[in-house]
């Protein structure tokens, strides 16, 4: 008799899906699509989580009522391995993102009891991580004066 004896793992790679890339605009409707590999995991039903957390800080994007930015997913696996996509819909703009770099922490839990399963959290895997940069303009007048603006 075999028995896989591995320990259920996760890793994740997010990207924009505007852009397909880690970088992202800071407007009004983003979608991050976090794709994430599991890796020995036995067949049922699982509940990813995804939260939103400032690389700077370390601490957890909050929404205009402050409550951390989340998404979750639901599947069910047929195999120990694959890969799921959780979608994160955002309002880049109202969360003022612009110039940051936000990184992606997913868990995995059990959807019969809760139990966590799995957990990739690593602030610092540039995988999980998306860039929203800043841009600045110089306009200039008529008059030959500069204007500085962020957008």
């Known amino acids: 008799t075999l028995t896989d004896e591995s320990e259920p793992s996760i890793g994740t790679k997010a990207k924009d899906e505007a852009t397909g890339t880690n970088v992202a605009s800071a407007t009004d409707d983003v979608t991050i699509i976090d794709t994430v590999n599991y890796e020995h995991l036995d067949r ?7 939260v939103l ?3 700077a800080t370390k601490a957890a994007i909050l929404d205009k009522d402050g409550k951390e930015v989340t998404a979750s997913k ?3 696996n047929t195999t120990k391995s694959g890969t799921v996509d959780v979608e994160i819909n955002i309002n880049a703009a109202e969360l003022s993102l612009a110039g940051k770099d936000v990184v992606v922490f997913e868990t995995l839990t059990s959807e019969a009891d809760g139990t966590t399963i799995a957990v990739h959290h690593d602030i610092n895997d540039e995988g999980q991580t998306i860039t929203f940069p800043e841009i600045h303009t110089t306009a200039t007048a008529e008059n030959g004066e500069n204007q500085d603006k962020s957008i």
């Open 44 to 50: 049922g039903k699982y509940k990813l989580t995804a």
């Open 74 to 76: 639901v599947f069910s």
């Open 53 to 55: 957390m400032d690389k």
